[in-house]
Every structure is written in C-alpha cells, then in structure tokens.
C-alpha cells in the first residue's frame, strides 16, 4: 500500500479539508446539546422498559433517556437490575425478575433488549406479540432460521425494529461515508471486501459452583441446555460459549460483516460459497465441543464468503480491526477511529454529492442510533438498521460458523435461505430449545 493509501484522515482533518464534512458533519457540533434538548415535554416522552440490564443494556437506556423514561427493568440478576434502577430509571420504576410481567404492561411503549444472545430472540418475540417496539443489541440472533422467524413477526406486526448496530449512526459517521464512497462509485467495480474483526480469548478449564444468590441461573440458560454455574459462562464471557452466542464471528461480525453487507448493496441477498478454516481452544467432534469446562469459540479463523457476482467477503480475525473494501478504481479503510485511502482524500477537491449521506441513511438526517430509532417510532418508518438486513448479515456470519465447526465448504442458496446438498449442515440452521423456554 502507498504513503497515500495509507495516509490516516483523522477526524480534525477531515471536518476542516473535506467538503463532504462540511455538508455532512456541520451540525454535529450541537448534536449532544441538541438530543439533550429534545423531547422534554412529559407529552412528548415515551414509555421504554429495559430487559436484560448488565452494561450494553444500560448504556442504551442511557442513550435513550433524553427522549423516554425508563419505567420498568426486568433482569434475572437483581444486582443488575437495582444498580441499573440508579442509573437510568427513578423511584417510579419497577424492577422484575421475569420480562413477561414487563411487557404486560400496557403503558410501555418499546423494550430495549441487552440480554445475552441466546435469549434476543425469543424475547423480541414475545415483545413483537405484545404490541411493543423494539431496540435489541446484536448480534440479534443464535441461528438462521431465528432470524427468519424474526422478520417474518416484524413483517405480521408492523412493529419499529431496531437493532443496536451503532456503526451505522454514530458520529463521526465514518462507516456511512465508506458506503456513501461505494454508492457513489469511488471505488469504481467492487471486488473485495477483508472484515477484520479481531481473535477471541482461550480460557479454561473453569471451576464448576454455585450460583449467586443474586442470580436466577436456571433462567439465565432459559432455552440453552441445563448446565453447571460456571462464573465465565455468565456475565461478560458469556459470547465466547457457543451455547449463548458465535464468537468472534457473530459479536463483531455483527459490526464489520454488516458494513460490508452495505457497502456492497447486498441488504437481500447473501454468499453461495463459504469456506474457511479456524482453531478452536477445544477439540470438535462433528462440529461439538468435547469439553463443558472451557471457551469453546474459535480463537483464530479466516473465512471467504463468495457471491454470485464473485464479489469475495473475507472474514478474518488477523490485521488491523476495520473494513477494508476494494474496488477497480482504488481502496478505502474504514474502522471507528479512522477513515483512510486515496479515494478519501480525493474527497476534498471532488466532494460527495449533497444529500448522499441522507439518501443512504434512509431519508433521514445521520444522527445517533438512539434517535434514530425514536425518529421511527414517531412516523412509524424503518430504522436504519433495520431486522432484515441484519438478518442478512449475520446468516453470513452464522454461515461462516457452520463452515469453521464442520471443517468443510458450503453452498448457500440465499433465495430459499438453504444449504444445498448437505443435509447434515441444514440441521444446523436452528437448535433446540429446552422445554419451557421455546423459540417458535
């Protein structure tokens, strides 16, 4: 790569030299002022209740506060839910143990989902059903045909569905001017796209105990097999299990893999081929881990996903976190701290055209993904991330951990949302639910 390629535009530099800055970040100056500002009417102000209240959640009901009031938070860890009450709720606000005695209540508007993810989808299901609005963190789904299921509720329900995939919204807006680039042909032919999305951690073997008193375990689990309390199965590490999550794969693809999913305009569609290898901290046996008392994500991986058009999407855990797209015309880099390459800094002389940003952010102006989700609850538009292209996003990145856990290449029928010719890797496609705690 050239001294130019790889010059860094740093976020000074490109607000001041970059004429796209000027006409796309003008107004992000008053942008914090401005959400503090809004929706200050009691009249105004929405109803949200909080389901799963560890870190991410808080955070979101944080970025929520100027525009809802918190008035109930359900988790099965009540140290969670009390620390969480202080922080984003008031005295009015009720705590549950089970989120169906939150979502029973008819003066909740929207639920802001931050479970672990093997719980999201029945969870925003049950949401769905109860005529609520949705705000759920990725990655959204444990398998494929969740997501199916997912948006075809979305679909019956018409419900407002947003999924916390804050790279598209958040200022400085670098991810929505990578793909604005492509939409505007900067890039010319794009033929490759490299997610780097980083390894994961080994860990283990972990001792088996008991659980807090603070915490319903059982309830944690809800739809994943009856196991021992192990701590670094719970809070925090729960995602490197793939019994509550994918990963690498699925936690930051979830990022990465979707930018490019939108760089390259394929929101409907998805690879025909995967093939790829990984190293697992435990040994598989038919894609299963033979050890219960240890990470079992993969730790390394490298996976090509190949579209019908020959477009490759590579995903890796190797070289610098970001998304690097490649086209005839030139290369981009685009991560949250920076956005590089010779078509960017071409940007100052030959800037995007005006109301690019806008179009490609759905009509609306770029803003914080928070308020871009109340944006849509009041005129009942899609958010911009909305459930059917992320579903799209993540089948690849689900795809991808079918294909690193059975050690072989998969053929991917995205019309019929099928692998083709393999019946053992279809039955991967969804997972069994223990009794009582169904995903349907």
């Not at 969480?84 to 089970?98: C, H, M, N, P, S």
């Amino acid at each position: 790569m050239s001294k130019r390629v790889s010059r860094v535009v740093r976020r000074r530099e490109f607000l001041q030299s970059s004429a796209v800055g000027i006409a796309g970040f003008a107004w992000l100056g008053t942008e914090r002022r401005g959400a503090a500002q809004q929706a200050t009417s009691k009249n105004d102000r929405h109803a949200f209740g909080l389901i799963g209240a560890g870190g991410q959640g808080s955070y979101d009901a944080k970025r929520a506060r100027p525009f809802a009031d918190i008035v109930a938070i359900a988790d099965v860890d009540s140290d969670h839910a009390r620390r969480a009450k202080q922080g984003v709720g008031d005295d009015r606000t009720e705590l549950y143990e089970d989120y169906r005695r939150l979502l029973d209540r008819k003066d909740i508007e929207a639920v802001i989902i931050g479970t672990p993810d093997h719980w999201h989808t029945k969870i925003c299901l049950d949401a769905l059903r109860a005529d609520k609005d949705v705000y759920c963190e990725k990655p959204l789904t444990l398998t494929i045909d969740e997501g199916k299921m997912l948006c075809r509720e979305v679909k019956k329900t018409g419900r407002v569905f947003q999924v916390g995939t804050q790279q598209r919204s958040e200022p400085p807006h670098l991810f929505l001017t990578a793909v604005a680039m492509c939409r505007d042909g900067r890039l010319g032919n794009i033929r490759r796209v490299q997610a780097a999305i980083g390894g994961a951690p080994a860990g283990g073997p972990f001792a088996k105990t008991n659980p807090p008193p603070h915490l319903n375990w059982d309830f944690w689990l809800g739809p994943a097999p009856k196991v021992d309390y192990i701590p670094e199965r719970c809070h925090g590490s729960f995602r490197w299990w793939y019994e509550y999550s994918g990963g690498k794969m699925t936690d930051w693809g979830a990022h990465h893999v979707d930018i490019a999913h939108w760089a390259l305009d394929k929101q409907d569609t998805g690879p025909i081929r995967i093939a790829g290898t990984a190293k697992h901290p435990v040994p598989l046996e038919h894609g299963m881990p033979t050890r219960d008392d240890m990470f079992n994500t993969a730790t390394e991986f490298y996976v090509t996903c190949t579209f019908a058009d020959g477009v490759e999407l590579v995903i890796r855990h190797d070289t610098d976190n970001g998304v690097l797209i490649e086209g005839d015309r030139g290369r981009i880099f685009v991560n949250r701290g920076r956005l590089t390459g010779a078509p960017v800094e071409e940007l100052k002389e030959r800037p995007l055209p005006e109301g690019l940003l806008e179009k490609v952010y759905k009509g609306k102006k770029p803003g914080y993904h928070m308020r871009n989700f109340v944006e849509c609850l009041r005129d009942r538009t899609e958010p911009i991330s909305d459930v059917y292209s992320h579903h799209r996003a993540l089948t690849t990145c689900h795809l991808a951990n079918i294909a690193i856990r059975l050690g072989r290449e998969l053929r991917w029928d995205p019309k019929a949302e099928r692998i083709v010719g393999d019946d053992e890797a279809n039955g991967w496609l969804r997972r069994e639910s223990r009794q009582g705690y169904e995903v349907a």
